[in-house]
């Protein structure tokens, strides 16, 4: 957070604070060798000192837990040096100062980040009743929320439980507490609902019915002026705190001198006002007003004894004071202010959750056995097609998708089982041999033994070009007797050598498909995954668009929360009144730096990288800055700086 960013400076601050102690120290100490009990006593300030420095910029506030015990045996420790009443170095009160700065910084982030907090729950309830008042729909929805606790406390107070004023001055005559019997209590009862049902006349009968929403509409009024208070006083501290607590400006320093208490007088002061002004804080005021009372009643006062220039007990005594109120504002004051806050806000804020949804809950009540029923009914035919939903998922997914991604896989490996094959390798040759052989023999029949190897050869070869004139020769001579020709069986025989034949023209254009096949099989692979891929990437878009849309809106939301939260800053610094220094008032300033840590926080969320090193460098000029016009010159270069993300 921004603001405890200056804790971090703080503690900077005094991490050099300790350091010249130490080069004094070192330079000095050497003389005194022989106070064994300051050396003792120094070394354990340095390990308290450890303690209380920060590790990690991320976590510069210490758990209130581990802060109280340090301070509780840092106390013990005080204690017993006090009773033993030894004459310390002047080194060691030093120590003992940074110890007790070192303390209140971590107090105040503490305090600071409390104010925080509440400011941020006060701010949601203020919201929550600014839309419940923007429409009279919504006060009607609040007074239907609320309505049973409306009707319950007006019976109790002008109903069943209304005891007439005879009965009262009789009960107080007597000083006993009379029974009054059940029938008068109906009677009543009846009585106050005919007065509501039948009134006197109109004039009481519009008042009847808007009476309702004019009384919540104050309550919600009275309630949200309540709300601002708090905030006004939340902002306020945190505005006081930040530029009147620990001010450690480049002139607060440890000047060189024969006296280390004196010369640190100055840091002496700003610990004892700023502790002093923490518990008057959390123990006083909840307006601009107070607070400046508490300002004044603590630079009047100035604290003057926490700066006590002597040595010995009454200086070890000022930082023994320092302890004690802290412990008491981490102890007592500050767990007081946060359950005052939870109160304040659980009784003024929005009704709790079971006040709000009671109607809603009371007809899940009412339905659930019906629906319990319904479910029952059901059950067996929903699960049956989830199952089916499911089975069939699974079986598109292994058919369409794993299985063609296999064959693709084998057919990029040339294995024989993934080849396209419209025929067997061998079925062309052997019908195309045994289609010769046919021939062959039937010229020969018909033509006779004239050179039987010459003619077989040049009969095979013309066949093999696709050549048949022999057989259709003697096709169109047998056509002309038939009879004969079938007969003598040469018919038959042409027609079952042109069967063949036929045969053989359709292998061979099968072949020629089935090398187109064999050559395109890697595409057809593709092809045959396609649309698996293609329904299966359908399907996962949608699915993450509808998980996606969502995310979307959220990136969206928070964007807008970004720019509302940099717009909020800037109608805090337009709107404000500087003092006649042109200074932000405390209010504004306190203000300032809650919106500004709420704008931080937002920005983590959507910028990264550099640009969110940049956007906290901006936070941190427009959180040190205090005057108007030039915090407004800060927020106009961050809109432009980034109205990509605004």
Known sequence: MSALDRIYRLQAHLGEFHQQINDQIGSNFHQEADQKSSIEYLTKLEKILDSLSIKSKTQPVRPIDKLVDLLSN????????????????????????????????????????????????????????????????????????????????????????????????????????????????????????????????????????FSPLVRSKLEIQRKRRYLKSRRDFNASSIGLLMEECMC?????SLAD??????????LHRI?????????????????????????????????????NKNKGKA????????????????????????????????EIGRPPITVRYWLPLSLAFLSAGTSFTLLKS??????????????????????????????????????????????????????????????????????????????????????????????????????RSPFIGTVRGDLVRALLIQ?????????????GIDALLKSQELVFGFVGLTPGILVSYAFIRWFWGLLGSRKGFQVGRRQNDLRYA?????????LSVPTANGLLTYRNHGLLISNADTLLRKAEIVLKGEDFYTFQEDIGDLINENRADLQLKIIERMTWTYSKWT
């Open 257 to 266: 001198g024969k006296d280390p208490v004196l010369a640190n007088c100055t």
């Open 378 to 479: 059901l059950g067996p035919a929903l699960v049956d097609w989830v199952v089916n939903a499911g089975s069939t998922a699974f079986e598109f997914w292994t058919n369409w998708v794993v299985e063609p991604t296999w064959r693709l896989i084998r057919t990029i490996r040339h294995d024989e089982t993934s080849e396209i094959a419209l025929m067997s390798k061998n079925s062309l040759e052997a019908d195309r041999a045994s289609l010769e052989r046919m021939v062959v023999d039937f010229v020969l029949d018909r033509g006779g033994k004239r050179e039987p190897l010459l003619s077989a050869n040049t009969i095979a070869d013309k066949v093999r070009e696709g050549d048949l004139t022999p057989v259709l020769m003697a096709y169109e001579k047998d056509l």
């Open 499 to 511: 069967i063949q034949k036929t045969k053989v023209d359709v292998e061979i254009a099968m072949s």
């Open 74 to 209: 840092f106390r013990h420790d005080l204690t017993v040096l006090e009773d033993q009443g030894s004459n310390l170095d002047p080194y060691v009160y030093e120590l003992l100062w940074l110890v007790a700065a070192k303390a209140s910084t971590q107090t105040l982030a503490i305090i600071w980040t409390t104010l925080s907090e509440n400011l941020l729950s006060v701010n949601d309830e203020i919201r929550y009743w600014d839309g419940i008042l923007e429409f009279d729909w919504y006060i009607g929805l609040y007074i239907l929320q609320t309505s049973p606790l409306r009707l319950w406390r007006g019976l109790l107070k002008a109903g069943l439980f209304a005891i007439s004023p005879q009965t009262h001055e009789d009960n107080s005559n007597t000083g006993e507490n009379t029974f009054i019997p059940v029938s008068t209590l109906w009677v009543q009862f009846y009585t106050s609902v005919q007065r509501c049902i039948y009134p006197s006349g109109l004039s009481s009968f519009r008042p009847g019915i």
């Open 566 to 574: 940099l717009r909020n800053i800037h109608r805090i610094l337009t």
């Open 315 to 346: 200086a070890l005594k000022d930082v023994q004071d320092v302890v004690e109120q802290l412990l008491y504002i981490l102890n007592d004051l500050l767990p007081k202010y946060q359950r005052f806050s939870t109160k304040a806000i659980s």
């Open 271 to 307: 610990v004892s006002k700023s502790v002093c002004l923490m518990t008057s804080i959390l123990q006083y005021g909840s307006n601009d007003e107070v607070l400046e009372l508490t300002k004044a009643f603590t630079a009047d006062n100035d604290l003057g004894s926490y700066v």
């Open 248 to 252: 450690l400006g480049p002139k607060t």
